[in-house]
């Protein structure tokens, strides 16, 4: 995670207080997940990922720090889900 100020309005709590949040996860050298699911990861969330390999979640609607940590591991687990998720055969 790192933390930085958010921009917007806000007043000076914007300017004091470094709220927004930045995910990033390293796909491919994970040891958490298998071959199979780096290539789904990749495939399916490429527009998430950089071109140095981190899928990169920015959060910044929160007025404080621990809530927009919160809404990106939420917003986290909900892209692995939506990736990892099975196709149904029609």
């Known amino acids: ?9 806000g007043g000076q709590n914007v300017n004091k207080v470094s709220s927004k949040v930045e995910l990033r996860f390293r796909v491919n050298s994970s040891e958490l997940l298998t071959d ?5 990861v990749n495939e399916k969330l490429g ?7 981190y899928l990169q ?9 621990l809530g927009n940590k919160e809404r990106c591991i ?8 939506k990736a990892f998720a099975k196709q149904k055969v029609r």
Request: proline residues 3%; glycine residues 8%.
């Open 47 to 53: 527009s998430y990922i950089t071109n140095e390999g």
């Open 74 to 81: 939420q917003k986290f687990y909900e892209l692995l889900t």
């Open 57 to 65: 979640l920015i959060c910044q609607t929160e007025r404080n720090q």
């Open 36 to 40: 199979e699911e780096k290539t789904l």
């Open 1 to 9: 995670f790192r933390t930085s100020r958010s921009g917007g309005p």
